[in-house]
């Protein structure tokens, strides 16, 4: 399992630069966007009705577009994509939507088009000890898992799978939670039981808590449309 610094780190091996649209499905504040966008790809992010507003508030740049939409009901014409990315998002959809959503990046995805899937794995002594605190996901995100293993059925080939890890800190994760918790006291709540959770395994690692840093393990799995 390979380290890697970021998640472009896997997206620079896959995305087709300067060559048609990408559509990323659930893009939170819009950083992957703005990240496309400075590497000349054309790239429009989608999510919910309040993400898309913190995505619309976070931009510096008027050529960011956001839409509002789902992953099961994709707000585009059919054809239209070179690439669909779905970052730490897929398991978001409801269970009984996932293949609808697997058939929708097959009508948008032009022939040999990509869906570009990176999940988190839910391990023990991993930044999953953390982020499960805000709420366990780890049986959606096999379920998940289990949905893109049958893309066939939705007219996707599999090309590859790869499990990779990052490193995230504290810090990291307090910025996590300030992007999707918004009540003060429910932050503060989370953020004390997470700082406990870091303490101890801090001192049975041996290092430091300020210099502590959790594995956080995900998994590429790249989907083609069939021609």
């Not at 649209?21 to 703005?34: H, K, N, Q």
């Not at 970052?87 to 990046?105: R, V, Y």
């Not at 930044?127 to 366990?136: K, R």
Request: with cysteine; net charge negative; hydrophobic share 35%.
């Amino acid at each position: 399992m390979r380290k890697i610094n970021s998640d472009y780190e896997i997206l620079k091996e896959h995305l087709p630069y300067k060559d048609g649209l990408v559509i990323d499905v659930g893009c939170s504040t819009g950083e992957l966007v703005r990240w496309m966008i400075s590497q000349g790809i054309n790239a429009i992010g989608i999510d919910v009705e309040k993400m898309v507003n913190k995505a619309i508030e976070s931009s510096k740049k008027k050529n960011e577009e956001y839409k509002i939409g789902v992953g099961e009901h994709l707000p585009f014409d059919n054809n239209l994509a070179s690439a669909i990315t779905y970052i730490a998002s897929f398991h978001h959809i409801p269970s009984t939507n996932m293949m609808l959503a697997l058939k929708e990046c097959n009508r948008v995805l032009k022939p040999n088009g990509k869906m570009i899937v990176i999940e988190p794995i839910s391990q023990n002594q991993s930044y999953y000890e953390i982020t499960s605190l805000i709420e366990d996901e780890a049986e959606i995100q096999n379920y998940a898992y289990q949905i893109l293993k049958r893309s066939d059925e939705a007219g996707l080939s599999f090309v590859k799978e790869e499990t990779f890890y990052l490193e995230r800190s504290f810090q990291d994760y307090i910025n996590l939670l300030n992007i999707f918790i918004d009540s003060d006291e429910e932050r503060k709540e989370v953020i004390e039981k997470a700082r406990v959770k870091t303490k101890e395994l801090s001192r049975m690692s041996g290092v430091h808590f300020d210099k502590y840093l959790y594995k956080s393990i995900a998994r590429l799995m790249i989907l083609e449309k069939n021609k």
